[in-house]
């Protein structure tokens, strides 16, 4: 069955950079059609998608941190990084890596999967 | 970015209502729009996606329809482990965009 998990530190300082490590069995980042994304959610406030990143490195962004966020893949390891550069306050929040479903399916799901999230608190 | 406009915030209901939540994109979405549960301290829930397809294990109270711009979940019957956040979510487009959030709450 498909999991995932996220890893990282829990507390990072402004004007630091976030590493976030999504982990995950199941399926493989070499499987055409398949994609992992990064969403996240501050405190009582709703989701915002970050980033996605295909089996064939195609790799999207959410204009509003572009320039700030960098998604990569090491398929070997099974494993999708996210990293933030510039770390604010505002960036506290729990942070999920989802499985994005089979892209050439146009009736298919996006994000079926998803990990128990990652709380990162921004504070000096 | 498509902006998704859910109504209501929140709506406080009995077990055995029928429950329906609206959810409205600023432009068309074909039929890519994702429905998801979200309980306090877990991770999303994905629940229906292309608007009507419900997700393998999910109870078939729940359901979804719409076109265009304008769409709905429903629930049936409400149960007592459907008291949650539901979150609907275009993927017609980058960015991805979520709803605000409708929370479901014991009346």
């Known amino acids: 069955q498909i999991t995932l998990k996220e890893s990282g530190p829990t507390v990072v300082k402004p004007t630091e950079t976030l590493t976030l490590t999504c982990t995950f069995s199941g399926f493989s980042l070499r499987s055409k059609g398949v994609g992992v994304g990064w969403i996240r959610q501050p405190p009582g406030k709703t989701l915002e998608w970050l980033a996605l990143i295909y089996w064939d490195d195609r790799k999207f962004y959410s204009p509003s941190l572009e320039g700030r966020v960098t998604i990569t893949k090491d398929t070997s390891k099974n494993q999708v990084v996210l990293a933030m550069t510039n770390m604010d306050p505002v960036d506290t929040a729990t942070y999920y890596c989802?499985?994005?479903?089979?892209?050439?399916?146009?009736?298919?799901?996006?994000?079926?999967?998803w990990g128990q999230g990652t709380l990162v608190t921004v504070s000096s | 970015d498509i902006r998704m406009t859910q109504s209501p915030s929140s709506l406080s209901a009995s077990v055995g209502d029928r429950v329906t939540i609206t959810c409205r994109a600023s432009q068309g979405i074909n039929t890519y729009l994702a429905w998801f549960q979200q309980k306090p301290g877990k991770a999303p829930k994905s629940l229906i996606y292309?608007?009507?397809t419900l997700q393998s294990g999910v109870p078939s109270r729940f359901s979804g329809s719409g076109s265009g711009t304008d769409f709905t979940l429903t629930i049936s019957s409400l149960q007592p482990e459907d008291f949650a956040t539901y979150y609907c979510q275009q993927y017609d487009s980058y960015p991805r965009t979520f709803g605000q959030g409708t929370k479901v709450e014991m009346k």
């Open positions: 989802a499985h994005r479903a089979d892209y050439y399916n146009p009736r298919g799901p996006e994000f079926d999967y």
């Open positions: 292309a608007v009507s």
